[in-house]
T-cell receptor, first 113, second 113 residues
Framework: EAGVVQSPRYKIIEKKQPVAFWCNPI?????LYWYLQNLGQGPELLIR????????DSQLPKDRFSAERLKGVDSTLKIQPAELGDSAVYLC???????????FGPGTRLTVL | KQEVTQIPAALSVPEGENLVLNCSFT??????LQWFRQDPGKGLTSLLL?????REQTSGRLNASLDKSSGRSTLYIAASQPGDSATYLC????????????FGTGTSLTVIP
């Protein structure tokens, strides 16, 4: 069984440019999470989806970040425009339901110059 | 908001030693507790999930315990090996926040051959 797939693995952009990350969860997992992880820190939740509905996006900086999960399967996280402080690893995870065992993808390492 | 703390932040042990990693949380109304390992530049790998009704879980040389009343969990690693070197993260899902997961900052483990 395939795990959580993320792309790209690495992305380098200049500040003020847009960037998008893609995630395909494990088949059958209704809950999808986007996390941000800074160096030396644990992941912090950005947004959680139950099927196609965003049920928790309180920590998503909505002035520059957006996310979508059309058809309740794969998801895209976008930043526009990117700032230097957005440099981090963006992790996607999925589970069968909220609070159940999470499975993570390899992450996307973003560097903003 | 759930606060998760992991002590120590870093640990170095000789190969073959048994060791204990600690995780504490502030809100005992949890749904699940999950232990992960993270290798440098990689995503998170699930090790063990303990449901709130359980006291412990075991997988191979790993044993995780949960004491909700004291807000603590421990991860016991028996007969440590150099391949166990990684960062170990604890995550707690809180009932009060829709089963959202909160992460500690991790314990960086080095097993010396």
């Amino acid at each position: 069984e395939a795990g959580v797939v993320q792309s790209p693995r690495y992305k380098i952009i200049e500040k003020k440019q847009p960037v998008a990350f893609w995630c395909n969860p494990i088949s059958g997992h209704n809950t999808l999470y986007w996390y941000l992880q800074n160096l030396g820190q644990g992941p912090e939740l950005l947004i959680r989806y139950e099927n196609e509905e965003a049920v928790d996006d309180s920590q998503l900086p909505k002035d520059r970040f957006s996310a979508e999960r059309l058809k309740g399967v794969d998801s895209t996280l976008k930043i526009q425009p990117a700032e230097l402080g957005d440099s981090a690893v963006y992790l996607c995870a999925s589970s069968t339901a909220g609070g159940n065992e999470q499975f993570f993808g390899p992450g996307t390492r973003l560097t903003v110059l | 908001k759930q606060e998760v703390t992991q002590i120590p932040a870093a640990l170095s042990v000789p190969e073959g030693e048994n060791l204990v990693l600690n995780c504490s949380f502030t809100d005992s109304a949890i749904y699940n507790l999950q232990w992960f390992r993270q290798d440098p530049g990689k995503g998170l790998t699930s090790l063990l999930l303990i449901q709130s009704s359980q006291r412990e879980q075991t997988s191979g040389r790993l044993n995780a315990s949960l004491d909700k009343s004291s807000g603590r969990s421990t991860l016991y690693i028996a007969a440590s090996q150099p391949g166990d070197s990684a960062t170990y993260l604890c995550a707690v899902s809180s009932r009060g926040t829709g089963n959202q997961f909160y992460f500690g900052t991790g314990t960086s483990l080095t097993v010396i051959p």
